[in-house]
Structure formats: C-alpha cells, structure tokens
C-alpha cells in the first residue's frame, strides 16, 4: 500500500471476438486438455460470480466517487459489498468527472474513489488543500486512438502519433492514407485522458493546440464528433479503451493499432500494447480502520476487489 502527500505528482464492445471453429475429431489427448481448459475457465467464471457476504449495509455504504468509465464498477463493488442486486446498485451509482472526483474527496465531500489519475493542472489545486489520501493500483487501462473505419490506416507508430499531435505530420498521405488533412481531437485540459495522452504519448512534450470545437469537455462528445465528423475518414481523437469498448460505442469507427499491437484485453493485460495506465482505489489517509470507508478500500484492493473487476469487464492487476 503506498500513500503520500497530493505535492507529488503521482498517478501522472467496438471489438468484437469471434471463436475459431474447432475440428470435432481431435486426439484424444488434444480433446482432454481442451476439456480441462474449459473446466477450470468455468470455475473462475463461477468463483468470480459467487455471492459474497454482505460487509457493509446499504445505510453505512460510504460516498464513493470517481471517473466515468469506472462506472459499471462503483455498480458491482456496491452490489457485492452490501448484497443488493447489480440492477438496484446501477440505479444507485453516479460520480463527477475525474478532476471534481479527486477535489471531492480532498475536501470530504466523498469517502472513496475508483478514479483515473488527475491531470497535472487537477495536482496542483489537491496540492493547495493539502489533504493526505491513501491510494492503491488496482486495475489497467488503456490509451487508444479512434479513427473512422473509413479511415484505410490500421496502424501508426508511437512517432507518428506524436508528429500529428504535435502539429507536424498533417496529411494522412504522410502515414500511408488517402490525401487528406488529419483532423486532431483532444480532450479538455484536466480530463483523465487528456492527462493519459499528455503523459503517455507526448512524454514531456507540448501537443499543439487544439480548437475549442476539437476538445470536447466529455469522452462521450469526443467519440460522437469522431464518428460524426464530415463521416468521413480524417479524424482521429483518443478515450480509455474500457469506456470506448464497452460503455460508449459508436458505430463507424475502429481503433487505431500503435507499432503493430491493436488494444485488445489480451494485449493490456499481457503489457504488450504500449499505452497501459493503472486506475486507483483511493481514501483519505485518516480514515480510522473501522469506517465504512476504510473497511470497504480493503474490499476493493483485496480479492474480492479482484473478483468484482474480472466480472464487470475490466483487467485487474493480480495481488
């Protein structure tokens, strides 16, 4: 578990599967270990839906806030730790945008986050209220790049991504696509994925502007401008795989692989696509160890907290 003090800059579906056919006369041997394959994917699937005993009641459940793609699990955590259904806790779930997440629990207004990390502008306000939070990796997510599926480029490079957002590459018959103008999205200052992109892609240099109307305050926003931008193939912008896959899809568009590798759960979870960020549980770091608040940050950071990532979606990190 590690904690500090907010003076440091810390923490800064659309694809779809489709099961190869199976030849029905295998070895036997072949058959047996495909069988026992099955057996034990079963049992985690069992083991990872199994009730577990209420900790909390549904009156002492502590305010917990956080990011938007975090949403679906706020809705399983609250479910498997007071006993009420996934449907009731849905209802029962909401949260603020990343940058008002980390102020409201700075300032006490919420008492846990499952939250992305802040973006350095967010940093420096916590700095100013001077609170100490407590905060742990609990899950990995993904910068991705979104382009129209009209688009004919399926991948760039980490430097060619750079030089477009950096204002020098401008054509896509620059990176091997038709002769248009590439048409760059971003997100506003102190979102989650705009501190992801900044962090991630750009390492410390400055991307160029961006238009007031090619940064939308919403991740929502963004994935609709993309996908209704002249409807054709020259944007491209970027989200958290999680939101963009599995909360907030839009027909027409695709993501962009980088260096070859697509962003896929098996290549986040394997560290092999190269825009991977941990996600947080975070509380206030005088929370007493017999709160709601503290007695739940242990749920979500223990097996169960595993267990109730694996079956909402998301790709944990193992203890």
């Avoid at 495909?34 to 577990?52: I, K, M």
Wanted: glycine share 8%; with cysteine; proline share 5%.
């Amino acid at each position: 578990m590690k904690k500090f003090k907010l003076s440091v800059a810390l923490l800064c579906g659309i694809l779809l599967f489709t099961a190869c056919g199976q030849n029905t006369e295998q070895p036997a041997e072949e058959g047996t270990r495909q069988s026992t394959e099955q057996t034990a994917e079963e049992s985690t699937q069992e083991d990872e839906n199994t009730a577990v005993e209420p900790i909390l009641s549904l009156d002492e459940y502590p305010k917990v806030d956080g990011s938007t793609a975090n949403l679906p699990l706020m809705a399983e955590v609250m479910s498997r730790a007071t006993g009420i259904s996934l449907e009731e806790a849905e209802e029962l779930t909401s949260c603020d945008m990343t940058p008002q997440a980390w102020y409201n629990l700075a300032e006490g207004a919420s008492d846990l986050l499952l939250v992305y990390e802040p973006a350095e502008a967010t940093v420096e306000k916590l700095e100013e209220i001077g609170t100490h939070l407590t905060y742990e990796a609990i899950g990995n997510d993904a910068l991705v790049f979104i382009v129209n599926e009209n688009n004919p480029v399926d991948s760039l490079t980490i430097d060619q991504l750079k030089g477009i957002y950096k204002g020098e590459i401008t054509n896509w018959s620059e990176v091997g696509g038709t002769d248009e103008e590439i048409v760059a999205f971003q997100r506003s200052e102190e979102s989650g994925s705009q501190s992801l992109f900044i962090k991630l892609l750009m390492q410390g240099e400055e991307p160029m502007e961006a238009p007031t109307e090619l940064a939308p305050g919403l991740m929502g926003e963004l994935i609709d401008s993309l996908a209704e931008y002249n409807n054709e193939g020259n944007a491209i912008g970027f989200s958290v795989y999680y939101y963009a896959s599995y909360m907030y899809t839009q027909p027409g568009l695709k993501f962009i692989a980088v260096d070859g590798v697509s962003p896929r759960d098996e290549t986040i979870a394997s560290g092999e696509y190269p825009f991977i960020n941990p996600f947080y549980a975070a509380i206030r770091t005088d929370e007493p160890e017999d709160s709601p608040a503290r007695k739940l940050y242990n749920f979500v950071i223990g097996e169960e907290g595993v267990k109730a990532m694996k079956a909402a979606g998301y790709i944990p990190i193992e203890k």
